[in-house]
């Protein structure tokens, strides 16, 4: 069975392990721990058969299963539980962590990050659904999928977390179907957002290839410039695909996709130094 007085004194392969350094886990875990004993008192206090885990090791189910994805089943065996405990956990954390990884307020960020942003969005395999499977399936990859997309500054905080939508909405689809783009800032896209400067005047995205011709060298130079400022979006999405949960198919119900999500935005917005919102 695995204890955490055990796997801290490895911390290199907690890291591997978890997604998280111990210094982060434990200051998410002094976060969590008031939040678990206000909802246990208000909510578990007349139910029996909850398992018989401190806080500590409940947060080390959820990200052992958010950071490498295996079974609820296989969880279990390793903190001696079984999948229906292990189900009830992550079920209960959260809604709590979703508090505590909340992205932060336009007031709370420094005017001058705020000045750029960069989005991007991202599709997740998922198993394929009972109806409305032609609304899911991307046939590009010849895969079910579902559309995520995030909003980044050029210091790569993540800023905004789209609600998750059937992978065939187009991306500026996307976009103007969410938060509007704060006036005064100037946004950076990749080509599937063509069309965004009708939407939002202050908008870079590259030149597209003409049909039956070539672009010329100044629009090859800025389309390079461009991608190379908007590899910061690519390089945060990676980090939150280290999270398998977000990267391999999903299996879970794509209702509950989002808040996974939005729980790894937040970790990776500690993991890069940001704080708490």
Not at 226 to 245: A, P, T
Request: aromatic residues 10%; proline residues 4%; charged residues 30%.
């Amino acid at each position: 069975m695995i204890k955490y007085d055990v796997v801290r004194k490895r911390p290199e392969q907690f890291l591997l392990i978890f997604g998280v350094s111990i210094q982060l886990f434990e200051e998410i875990l002094e976060k969590l721990s008031p939040l678990w004993a206000k909802d246990i008192l208000g909510n578990y206090k007349r139910q029996g058969g909850f398992p018989k885990l401190d806080i500590t090791h409940m947060l080390l189910v959820l990200l052992l299963y958010y950071r490498n994805y295996i079974t609820q089943e296989f969880v279990g065996m390793l903190f001696g539980l079984n999948k229906s405990n292990v189900c009830r956990i992550i079920k209960r954390l959260e809604p709590l962590l979703a508090k505590i990884m909340k992205l932060p307020e336009r007031d709370k960020i420094p005017p001058d990050e705020l000045e750029s942003i960069i989005i991007d969005a991202t599709e997740n395999p998922i198993e394929r659904p009972r109806y409305n499977q032609k609304l899911y399936y991307f046939g590009k990859k010849k895969t079910h999928t579902v559309k995520t997309e995030i909003r980044i500054t050029k210091e790569m905080r993540i800023t905004h977390v789209s609600e998750t939508v059937p992978g065939t909405i187009h991306d500026i689809e996307l976009l103007r179907k969410g938060t509007k783009l704060s006036k005064g800032t100037r946004v950076y896209a990749d080509s599937g957002y063509q069309g965004i400067q009708h939407d939002h005047e202050e908008s870079e995205y590259p030149y597209k290839k003409p049909k039956n011709g070539n672009l010329t060298a100044e629009e090859k130079e800025y389309n390079t410039a461009l991608f190379k400022f908007r590899v910061r979006v690519e390089n945060v999405l990676g980090q939150i695909k280290v999270f398998r949960i977000l990267q391999q198919r999903y299996r879970n119900k794509r209702i509950k996709f989002n808040i996974k999500f939005r729980i790894v935005a937040g970790v990776v917005n500690l993991k890069n130094g940001f704080g708490f919102a």
